[in-house]
C-alpha cells in the first residue's frame, strides 16, 4: 500500500482543493523540509486534514473512518496497549470473528499492525483516519476511572495496609511513618493517577473526603460534583500525607485548617496546572480540597465567557472610563474571578500600571503587580489596599470586597483617580447596592463612583447534537412568569440569531443527548449575566435608599436583560438548555 507522489499531485490538482501554485510551493517545501507533500499543505492551511486523508485513503484504496463520537468498548480499545496506540497512533475500534479494524493515520506502519497481528492473531484491517479523530479515541483510554485505574488502586491500596494500622487512623501514624507514607510508591501512584485523571476529564475540583470506612474521591465537571472513585481507609493518611508534601504544608497538624499549592505537568496532554490545595479537619480526618487551574490555557475574551449585545458594549464603554468602580458580582463558582481577569487583560497595556490584591492569586499575568493576601501576618485586602494607593497605580484590582472597611477604600481609592475593579457576593446586580450600604459604604458615595455592577452565573454549554424540540404554549405561559419574552425577542432578532417575525413558537430549543465522548449532553461552561449601568436614574434611587427591587425595576427600563432573560437567550441560540438556566439562573422564589 504506497501513495505514488506524483499520482498523489495529480489527484489533488484535479480535485480543485488547492491550486497548482501553492501545490508547487508546497513541494519544495516538502523537499526542503523532508516531510510529506500533504503535511505542508495542511501547514499552510491550503487543505484542511479530513479531506487530505479521505484523498489518500481513495487513493490508497482503503475506507476513511471518522471516530468522532464513536464509543469504543473497553475491551476492543484495550488490545492495543495505549502507549502503543499512542506512539504508533492506532487505534483497535472494531472486533470481527476473523479480523480487527484498526483506525490509523499512517496504514504504511507496518511494525504497528504486525505487533497486533502476533498479539491477537487476527487480520488486521487497517483504515485511515484523521489525528483529531485518534486524539479523540486516545482520550477514551483515559475516560473511565474505574475500568483503566480501578485494579491498580485497588492493588497498591492493599499493600499500604501493611504499612497503616488495617483502621486507617491517622492517631495512629507518626510524623516520620506519614514521611515514609507519602514517598511510598503505590501512595505516589494513587496520587498521581487521580490528578491525571481529574485533568484529562476537565475537572474544576477535586475532594477528597473521609467517612467511617472508606476515602470518597469526587471530580467538579462543569460545576457539577461527580463521584470518581471510593478507596479504603487505610490509603487515607498516605494520601494525604502526599499531597501536604506537594503543597509544603505541615504534616503533623492535623487539628487547623491548612492552605497551600503546587503544579503538575502532563507532558502527553501539553498542560501545565496549578492546583490549589485547601486541607480542612472533619470527625472522619482531614478532607482535602484541590482547585485545578490550566496555567498555559488561551485567554478567555468577553465574547467567549457568553457576553454580546448592548451588555458587552456596556462593558467595554465602562472600561475606557479612568475613575470609578466597576464590580463582578455571584455566588461563589460563578466566574467572577475569571470576568475580571478577562476585563484586565483587555485594559492591560503599557501605557497604564496595574496593581492587585488577591485572595488567592489564581492566574499569573504579565505586567500586572499581583499581592496575595496573608492574614496570619496582617496583609488583608484592606492593609493591602493601603499599600497599593501609595505605588502609583492607575487601575487596582481588589480580589473581593469583604467589609466595610475595604469597601470604603475602593470607594476612596475610585474618587481619587483610580478605576477599580473588584467582586462581590451578591445574587443580583441591583443587590450589590444594599450590600454595601450594609457594610457602611454612605449612598451618596456610591452614587458617585460605582459605574457597572455585572452579576452572573455559570450554566453548562450543550454539546453538539442536542435533542430538538419547540415550545408548547403552557412553556411559554411558564416562561412569561419569570421573564419579559417580548424583550429577549427583540435582543434575538436585533443580534440577528432568529429572523424577522420569528416567535418562541418557531424558535428551536434543545434538550441535553449524553454520549460517550459528552457526559450528560453537556461540555463547558458560558455565562448568563446582567450588565446593570448605574444611569443618572439609578443615582437618584441609591441616594433615596430605594430597594434592590426598584433599582432592578430601573435597570431594565433602562434596557437590562435580566440574569434569567439572558439565559433563555443563550437557550434560544442552541448554547444551553432551558431546564440548565432553571437550574443555575433562576434566583426568584
Known sequence: MHLAVERFKEFLLDSGLVSRVDVETAEKEALVKKVSLGQVLISMGKIAEGDLRRMEAYLLGIPFIDLHGMRI??????????????????????????????????????????????KIGKRILPRLTDSESIKNALLQYQKSLKAEFGSMIEKEAKSVVSTVDGTGATEAVGEDDLKKLAEDLPIVRIVETLLN??????????????????????????GILHDAMVLPRSVSPGIIARIKVLSNLRLDEKRLPQDGRFKVEMADL???????????????????????????????TLETLGFHGEALERIHSALKATTGILLS????????????????????????????????????????????????????????LRSLLRQDPNIIMVGEVRD??????????????????????????????????????????????????????????????????????????NLKKHANLDRVLAVLVAEKKVKEGDTFQTIPFFRPVASPTCSEGFSGRVVASEVMRVTSAIKELILSGASSDKIEEQSRADGMLTMFEDGIYQAAIGVTSLEEVFRVAMTEQ
Open 73 to 118: 468498548d473497553f475491551d476492543t480499545l484495550y488490545i492495543i496497549p495505549e502507549p502503543i496506540a499512542r506512539k504508533h497512533n492506532i487505534i483497535v475500534y472494531h472486533k470481527k470473528a476473523d479480523a480487527l479494524e484498526v483506525a490509523m493515520l499512517d496504514p504504511q506502519d507496518l511494525e504497528a499492525i504486525e505487533f497486533v497481528h502476533k
Open 197 to 222: 485523571h481529574a485533568i484529562v476529564q476537565n475537572a474544576s475540583d477535586i475532594h477528597i473526603e473521609p467517612g467511617e470506612k472508606d476515602l470518597l474521591v469526587r471530580y467538579r465537571i462543569d
Open 270 to 300: 501539553g498542560q501545565k496546572v496549578s492546583i490549589r490545595v485547601s486541607l480542612l479537619p472533619t470527625f472522619y480526618g482531614e478532607k482535602v480540597v484541590m482547585r485545578l487551574l490550566a496555567e498555559n490555557s488561551k485567554g478567555f
Open 329 to 384: 458580582t455571584g455566588p461563589t463558582g460563578s466566574g467572577k474571578t475569571t470576568t475580571l481577569y478577562t476585563l484586565l487583560d483587555i485594559i492591560n497595556t503599557p501605557q497604564v500600571n496595574i496593581s492587585t490584591i488577591e485572595d488567592p492569586v489564581e492566574y499569573q499575568m504579565p505586567r500586572v503587580n499581583q499581592t496575595q493576601v496573608q492574614p496570619e501576618i496582617g496583609l488583608t485586602f484592606a492593609a493591602g
Open 404 to 477: 466595610g472597611e475595604t469597601a470604603g477604600l475602593a470607594i476612596n481609592a475610585a474618587l481619587t483617580g483610580h478605576l477599580v475593579l473588584s467582586t462581590l457576593h451578591t445574587n443580583s446586580a441591583a443587590g450589590s447596592v444594599p450590600r454595601l450600604i450594609d457594610m457602611g459604604a454612605e449612598p451618596f458615595l456610591l452614587s458617585s463612583t460605582v459605574n457597572l455592577v455585572i452579576a452572573q452565573r455559570l450554566v453548562r454549554k450543550l454539546c453538539s447534537g442536542g435533542e430538538k424540540y419547540f415550545l408548547s404554549p403552557a412553556e411559554i405561559e
